[in-house]
């Protein structure tokens, strides 16, 4: 018992992270005052994926009869988003004025 609380504790608190980290990134990349409309446009493109992931890799599943389509369109959404991100400008003396600012 004692191992399976020290396990949930651990992985409570790495598995939850990313739904902070989107904020706070939203909220240093786009500034506060679109932050709501900003935040809410990311969190229904997440659900829409989350919802649709699972059926269309159930999908592709019965096509072609194994998982390698899905992997491999995962990996390039991945790629691309990772290629995506590298255009970000991220200006740090922005976001440093932009806190001092707010509080």
């Not at 970000?88 to 976001?95: A, H, Q, R, S």
Request: include cysteine; hydrophobic fraction near 45%.
């Amino acid at each position: 018992m004692l191992f399976y609380m020290v396990w949930l504790g651990y992985f409570w608190n790495r598995f939850w992270w990313h739904l902070y980290l989107k904020q706070l990134l939203s909220a240093d990349l786009f500034g506060l005052r679109s932050l709501g409309k900003i935040t809410g446009l990311i969190n229904l493109t997440d659900t829409i994926g989350s919802g649709l992931g699972p059926v269309m890799t159930a999908l592709f599943f019965d096509m072609t009869g194994n998982y390698q389509t899905s992997f491999l369109i995962i990996t390039c959404v991945t790629c691309l988003g990772l290629i995506f991100s590298l255009f970000l400008d991220v200006n740090d003396n922005e976001i440093e004025r932009s806190k001092s600012e707010s509080g």
